[in-house]
């Protein structure tokens, strides 16, 4: 069975610069996360969507990130303009309905400059 | 204060030592609690699921204290291959079914 998948897995922008993020999860589950990873922390959520629901969204800086799930299958999360203190690792994960176990991607590996 | 606390280590062992971790949670309310484990550079995995009345899978065991909120993981015969950060997690009965990570406790098994 394939995993999460995610691209890129290496991003390198200039300050100001738009950036985008593709996810797509294991076949079949209908949850999927978007997190953020500071060097040396544990993930933070930023989005959850429930199929093509974005369910929670509290964690998301609106005024410069947004994300989209429209057919409830992939999802890209954008950001728009990118400031240094974004340099992150953005991870996405998926989980069954009804199931806690999630289940990561690579992750993208983002540094703006 | 942050929500899920762990020691950050790193923790250095030798091999076949046992090393213990502990986690600090915030809410009473919380549902479910795991382990999560974390290879430089890579994403997180499910190490295993915390159940109330404690669990074991081979070298590992996990125990839970609802009472003092307080989770624990412990690891015997440390192999080289142990050697990773182990990540407490925890999903808070919000509503919200993400999970609320700790900063991670960075293990190093030396020969």
């Known amino acids: 069975e394939a995993g999460v998948v995610q691209s890129p897995r290496y991003k390198i922008i200039e300050k100001k610069q738009p950036v985008a993020f593709w996810c797509n999860p294991i076949?079949?589950?209908?949850?999927l996360y978007w997190y953020l990873q500071n060097l040396g922390q544990g993930p933070e959520l930023l989005i959850r969507?429930?199929?093509?629901?974005?369910?929670?969204d509290s964690q998301l800086p609106k005024d410069r990130f947004s994300a989209e799930r429209l057919k409830g299958v992939d999802s890209t999360l954008k950001i728009q303009p990118a400031e240094l203190g974004d340099s992150a690792v953005y991870l996405c994960?998926?989980?069954?309905?009804?199931?806690?176990?999630?289940?990561f991607g690579p992750g993208t590996r983002l540094l703006v400059l | 204060r942050k929500e899920v606390e762990q020691d950050p280590g790193p923790f250095n062992v030798p091999e076949g030592a046992t090393v213990a971790f502990n986690c600090t949670y915030s809410?009473?309310?919380?549902?479910?609690f795991f382990w999560y484990r974390q290879d430089c550079r890579k994403e997180p995995k499910l190490l295993m699921s915390?159940?109330?009345s404690g669990n074991e899978d081979g070298r590992f065991t996990a125990q839970l204290n609802r009472a003092s909120q307080y989770i624990s993981l412990l690891i015997r015969d440390s192999k080289l291959s142990d050697s990773a950060t182990y990540l407490c997690?925890?999903?808070?009965?919000?509503?919200?079914?993400?999970?609320?990570f700790g900063s991670g406790t960075r293990l190093q098994v030396q020969p």
């Open positions: 969507y429930e199929n093509e629901e974005a369910v929670d």
């Open positions: 809410n009473s309310a919380s549902q479910s």
């Open positions: 076949s079949g589950h209908n949850t």
């Open positions: 915390v159940y109330s």
């Open positions: 994960a998926s989980s069954a309905s009804g199931q806690e176990t999630q289940y």
């Open positions: 997690v925890v999903n808070f009965r919000t509503g919200r079914r993400a999970l609320t």
